[in-house]
């Protein structure tokens, strides 16, 4: 008897060996997978609740499919722990989500199985698309399957691919991963549509007890059988996505091998767009995961004998929890304050607003696009709407951005979480690029509180605005400067100095640290190190332009931090204001780099950039003082 607690698993290195297994291999394998997935993830943290319920999927599509010659495009990527183990990852999920080690979605440079990067939602149709008609073109015989969630198809841009696949001759295959359960609770029609079939279950048990009571009548049982191929018309939803060109098969049971393997080599022998309806449940097989599948949606370290346990020191409030406290506060206060969010209820810190004040809550589902119209609509008719949105998500929503709030003026809060590095979920959620991207829209102010209590005071003085204002704020806890209770805003567009420089010393430049967000505590620290001034400016549009000239009046050099991008972020800015007042100063920009930065610990991640106290003095040093000294 083997000694390794997953004795078939470790023969799988690729799925070329699952294939080689019998059925009721298959069946063990699920099992041991299964158990790999919640030890590994309970050492490393990361996604659960999504990749144990995708196993036999996953088992399935790799067993009928020749992969990586056929593509596997997954939507979204937390689902896709089990596709790495089968594909030659199994070693390093032990690296998962740190610096060196692999990602938690799927990455074309890290293997060839992973076919397209699927870290934001609602993509995967779109590319698989492309891919199978570049394969029609170029006379290869492959296929694309595009694994997607009931979450993701509330996305517009899931039916805009539907649309136009429908009417493309190509092999494609959607498969919807059917688990009635996205990050938040699943909104909206289509969900309410898909609800309707009561999971399949419904469906399929009232089949399997017709067949049993009118098994020993043989009329009545072909009666029931043509009742069924009725009824299942009636109850799925062919005709939706018939009507965009697929055809149409299930539901089926996502755990059952015996169903998905045969229905895959039938489907795999068709022509043309093939949708498929799999239905799977979230947490499968860890009873505490499917009892509450939001909680292990991504959970740190724990130990799976116990599950998620509450630590014996509460945490420092995150900047989520203060935004969340704000909100509710805000909405006491004004009863014009609705709230949005694009299925990020969770995330965004929004489960006690939508408690106290759920007719003042909406959530749009994965629809950014249109969380951003729908909150320039509200905003139209005299309604304050706050749109709490990821930093990474809101690109997504560029152009309602300029085009449907900030063209027309209109007065809405954009709460952006996530602002800056986010640590494990690496660049592909990354919030580097906002500051440079809202700086450049007319109308648009930006906000970048320095701690805790700023953030509440700067998302007060955000609301009373009478045009659109971004407020940006990072993943996790602050220096922990605790918010006031009331709703006092700060002073708009203006910054203060928190630090003065001594007297000039000969040979030695004055230097004026220009901090933007949470980084102004490092800066504090280097610019106790090395005598500088160092100005908290709290905003990046509107610059504080007064300040800026006053420091330029007595300071020889400038110094600007940020967490983001530095190409067009508020180090240009303050390049620009400089420029325009004719104030020639030399200008050293610390931030993020041109570079997609990877998944790792967010302090080491800032260290790495130069971007920790050490960093920003290192950086000050060689550009200023050693010249000083030459």
């Known amino acids: 008897m083997s000694t390794t607690p997953y004795p078939l698993l470790q023969?799988?290195?690729?799925?070329?060996?699952?294939?080689?297994?019998?059925?009721?291999?298959?069946?063990?394998?699920?099992?041991?997978?299964?158990?790999?997935?919640?030890?590994s993830v309970s050492r490393t943290g990361g996604h659960l609740s999504s990749n144990l319920g995708t196993v036999e999927l996953t088992i399935a599509l790799h067993y009928v499919f020749q992969t990586p010659h056929d593509?596997?495009?997954?939507?979204?990527?937390?689902q896709t722990y089990p596709h790495k183990i089968l594909t030659g990852r199994r070693d390093r999920m032990g690296t998962l989500r740190q610096w060196g080690g692999i990602s938690g979605f799927p990455q074309r440079a890290e293997s060839?199985?992973?076919?397209?990067?699927?870290?934001?939602?609602?993509?995967?149709i779109s590319a698989a698309l492309g891919m199978?008609?570049?394969?029609?073109?170029?006379?290869?015989?492959?296929?694309?399957?595009?694994?997607?969630?009931?979450?993701?198809?509330?996305?517009?841009?899931?039916?805009?691919?539907?649309?136009?696949?429908?009417?493309?001759?190509?092999?494609?295959?959607?498969?919807?991963?059917?688990?009635?359960m996205s990050i938040s609770p699943p909104v909206g029609a289509l969900n309410r549509y898909l609800a309707q079939l009561m999971s399949g279950q419904f469906y399929a048990a009232a089949k399997n007890v017709g067949k049993t009571v009118l098994k020993p009548v043989p009329p009545l049982l072909e009666l029931a059988k043509r009742f069924e191929q009725q009824a299942k018309g009636m109850v799925v939803p062919a005709t939706l996505f018939e009507k965009f060109g697929f055809n149409y098969i299930g539901p089926i049971d996502g755990h059952d091998l015996d169903s998905l393997i045969p229905t895959l080599e039938n489907i795999k022998g068709l022509k043309g767009p093939q949708f498929l309806h799999v239905?799977?449940?979230?947490?499968?097989?860890?009873?505490?995961?499917?009892?509450?599948?939001?909680?292990?949606?991504?959970?740190?370290?724990?130990?799976?004998?116990?599950?998620?346990?509450?630590?014996?020191?509460?945490?420092?409030?995150?900047?989520?929890?203060?935004?969340?406290?704000w909100l509710c506060d805000m909405a006491a206060q004004d009863e014009r304050l609705v709230g949005i969010t694009p299925a990020m209820r969770e995330g965004s810190g929004m489960v006690e607003f939508e408690r106290r004040f759920p007719d003042r809550y909406y959530d749009v589902g994965i629809a950014e696009q249109h969380a951003v119209t729908f909150a320039g609509g509200l905003a139209c008719e005299g309604v304050k709407p706050v749109v709490a949105i990821y930093s990474t998500f809101l690109q997504r929503a560029y152009d309602?951005?300029?085009?449907?709030?900030?063209?027309?003026?209109?007065?809405?809060?954009?709460?952006l979480d996530r602002a800056g590095l986010v640590g494990a979920d690496g660049a592909t959620h990354a919030g580097a690029y906002d500051i440079a991207y809202v700086r450049c829209i007319p109308n648009m102010s930006m906000a970048c509180p320095a701690d805790e209590r700023e953030c509440r005071q700067l998302l007060s003085t955000a609301f009373a605005q009478n045009h659109p204002v971004a407020v940006r704020y990072p993943r996790g806890s602050g220096v922990g400067v605790e918010p006031l209770p009331g709703l006092e805003g700060l002073p708009f567009g203006k910054g203060e100095v928190r630090r003065t420089a001594g007297p000039t010393q000969a040979g030695r430049p004055r230097i004026a640290i220009l901090a933007f967000g949470t980084l102004?505590?490092?800066?504090?620290?280097?610019?106790?190190a090395l005598d500088a001034t160092v100005a908290n400016m709290r905003w990046?549009?509107?610059?504080?332009?007064?300040?800026?000239?006053?420091?330029?009046?007595?300071?020889?050099?400038?110094?600007?931090?940020?967490?983001?991008?530095?190409?067009?972020?508020?180090?240009?800015?303050?390049?620009?204001?400089?420029?325009?007042?004719?104030?020639?100063?030399?200008?050293?920009?610390l931030g993020l780099p041109d570079a997609f930065i990877e998944h790792g610990d967010p302090a080491k991640l800032l260290a790495m950039q130069g971007l920790d106290a050490a960093g920003i003095e290192r950086s000050m040093r060689e550009r200023f003082l050693q010249a000083a000294r030459a």
């Open 11 to 39: 023969t799988i290195n690729d799925p070329a060996d699952l294939r080689q297994l019998s059925r009721t291999d298959l069946k063990a394998l699920a099992t041991e997978l299964r158990a790999f997935v919640l030890d």
């Open 71 to 78: 593509r596997l495009v997954w939507d979204v990527g937390h």
């Open 112 to 124: 060839p199985y992973d076919t397209f990067g699927t870290a934001h939602s609602s993509t995967s």
């Open 132 to 180: 199978a008609l570049a394969a029609r073109r170029k006379g290869e015989d492959r296929h694309a399957v595009a694994i997607i969630g009931d979450g993701a198809m509330t996305a517009g841009m899931a039916f805009e691919a539907l649309n136009n696949a429908g009417v493309a001759d190509a092999n494609l295959l959607v498969v919807l991963n059917d688990n009635d």
């Open 279 to 325: 239905v799977t449940k979230k947490g499968q097989g860890y009873k505490l995961a499917e009892a509450d599948p939001v909680a292990y949606h991504g959970p740190g370290k724990f130990d799976p004998s116990v599950g998620l346990t509450k630590p014996a020191t509460p945490p420092k409030p995150t900047f989520t929890q203060v935004f969340g406290q």
């Open 400 to 415: 309602q951005l300029i085009h449907d709030v900030a063209l027309q003026n209109l007065p809405v809060v954009f709460a």
């Open 520 to 528: 102004l505590y490092p800066a504090m620290a280097a610019g106790e």
């Open 540 to 589: 990046a549009k509107p610059l504080d332009t007064e300040l800026l000239q006053a420091l330029a009046q007595d300071h020889d050099a400038f110094v600007t931090v940020e967490e983001g991008c530095v190409m067009g972020g508020a180090g240009s800015a303050v390049t620009e204001a400089l420029h325009a007042a004719g104030v020639v100063r030399p200008v050293l920009q």
